[in-house]
């Protein structure tokens, strides 16, 4: 069964860093495109990055120049370096990914529906999440 585990979530001071990981389990995740969500209380599960299978990294904009994507192969694993987190970046961090989600299919994404909807409903499995907390 395909797994994928959070980790790294935190209470962390506006300004500071961390450093998030998405461990895959039973299944190669180099070979497929993973993305990062986030959730604030009471709001939409927003995409915020993505990294394709080919290694190209998308960022949406509040987080583009702050967050860096990364995927480390030999641990199967995804990581997310988040800086200059602002009290606005609190979250449920979230890790999916969609098996057929192309570089092509990805920017046509982006493209016509923005991180939202279109982008979150075709993911094929989700992580559990893990909550990352900004204070001033």
């Known amino acids: 069964q395909v797994r994928l585990m959070e980790s790294g979530g935190d209470l962390v001071q506006s300004g500071g860093s961390l450093k998030l990981s998405c461990q895959a389990g039973?299944?190669?995740?180099?070979?497929?495109?993973i993305a990062w969500f986030r959730q604030a209380p009471g709001k939409e599960r927003e995409g915020i990055s993505c990294?394709?299978?080919?290694?190209?990294?998308y960022y949406e904009d509040s987080v583009k120049g702050r967050f860096i994507i990364s995927r480390d192969r030999a641990k199967n694993t995804v990581y997310l370096q988040m800086n200059n987190l602002k009290p606005e970046d609190t979250a449920t961090y979230y890790c999916?990914?969609?098996?057929?989600?192309?570089?092509?299919?990805?920017?046509?994404?982006?493209?016509?529906?923005?991180?939202?909807?279109?982008?979150?409903?075709?993911?094929?499995?989700w992580g559990r999440g893990t909550l990352v907390t900004v204070y001033q």
């Open positions: 990294i394709s299978a080919n290694d190209n990294v």
């Open positions: 039973n299944f190669n995740s180099e070979n497929f495109a």
């Open positions: 999916a990914t969609d098996f057929e989600l192309t570089d092509s299919r990805l920017r046509m994404i982006l493209q016509n529906s923005g991180w939202n909807t279109g982008f979150r409903t075709g993911m094929d499995y």
